[in-house]
């Protein structure tokens, strides 16, 4: 396993004094895919300005209770046209389907949450009604991708907080990579990636800490702003434990807690998941920050993320796993 980057200085004149700019790319260990960290941050506005939207969403969200019931789509296959229902979780189908199997789950009473009120009951309840459905499923093979988009300056349309589940006959580009990538990786070293990775980075740098039956650590080579990755013990999403879904449930609340100090309240999560796949692959979670929604917020997906799938951040996995490590 190989944590390779290269180093680009930039020579910059600003004020009659030439700086210097350091640039690492760095190559994801597994998919050699490439992320820029820039080490000269640039300036995070503060998330204000929006309460009138969080009013004038409300007035018209399909998620909030006095409207769910009449306003979501049903499943009529594998859910029968009914909405599951757990504490304050509610699922249905996708008014726009993504896939065959496009599930939505509403996951908090409350239109709007700062990512510090955001609690573990409500992941874990999600992800309960996720394993039930991915249970009813046909046998044939298919994708599940576990995924959450929370603002809109992380590409949400609705504010109302919910959680999309994703079961596609075709695997997505990256889940491709995964997948194959994984593979080798299985023939070369006779284990998984996931499991070398938390042996190699265990009590290093980028190794944040632990909760039920899952290690954390921060991404090599992000994806994102503080991009942080969980790794279970248990392989498969829809075989898991309650105490293996409460693991997952209490790290992302920290990490949620962790980005609202660092000043953000926008962030997007996914999981990929080992379901229906063989051994080579063991379920992974990754969550990243995005810049704060505000009135009037700033998208950080440029050109080089979405025309050349080259990710560039502004924040070191290695400060932010140490940060991240002194409150978890």
């Known amino acids: 396993m190989e944590f390779r980057k290269e180093v680009e200085v930039a020579k910059v004149l600003v004020g009659g004094k030439v700086d210097e700019s350091f640039v690492e790319v760095r190559y994801d260990p597994l998919t050699l895919q490439t992320s820029r960290v820039v080490r000269k941050s640039l300036s995070i506005a503060k998330f204000e300005g929006f309460e009138e939207e969080i009013e004038s969403t409300r007035s018209w969200c399909p998620f909030c209770e006095e409207r769910i019931n009449n306003l979501v789509a049903r499943d009529p296959e594998i859910m029968e046209g009914e909405i599951w229902k757990r504490g304050e979780c509610r699922a249905f189908s996708n ?24 609690k573990e009951s409500q992941f874990f309840d999600a992800f ?10 046909p046998e044939e093979k298919v994708f599940v991708t576990i995924g959450m988009n929370y603002l809109k300056s992380a ?14 006959e075709n695997s997505p580009d990256y889940f491709a990579r995964l997948d194959w990538s994984s593979l080798e990786f299985m023939e070369s070293h006779g284990k998984d990636f996931w499991t070398a990775l938390v042996e190699r980075e265990k009590g290093r740098e980028r190794y944040v800490g632990r909760t039920e039956k899952t290690d954390w650590l921060s991404a090599f ?14 392989r498969e999403f829809a075989e898991m434990s309650e105490e293996q879904l409460m693991g997952f449930s209490k790290g992302i609340i920290k990490i949620l807690r962790y980005y609202e100090i660092k000043g953000f309240n926008a962030f997007n999560f996914s999981f990929f998941c080992a379901d229906k796949l063989n051994r080579h692959f063991r379920t992974n979670f990754h ?7 505000g009135k009037y917020y700033w998208c950080d997906v440029f050109f080089p993320k979405i025309l050349q799938d080259e990710s560039v951040v502004f924040y070191i996995p290695e400060e932010s796993a140490r940060e991240l490590r002194e409150i978890w």
């Open 95 to 118: 008014l726009v389907p993504y896939a065959r199997y496009s599930l939505v789950l509403r996951i908090s009473e409350k239109h709007f949450l700062r990512l510090s009120e955001f």
């Open 128 to 137: 309960k009604l996720i394993q039930e459905y991915l249970r009813r499923l």
């Open 155 to 168: 590409g949400s349309s609705i504010m109302h907080p919910h959680i999309q589940l994703i079961a596609s």
């Open 221 to 234: 080579a992000p994806k994102g702003f503080m991009h942080f990755i969980g790794v279970p013990e248990e």
């Open 287 to 293: 969550i990243i920050a995005r810049t704060p929604f």
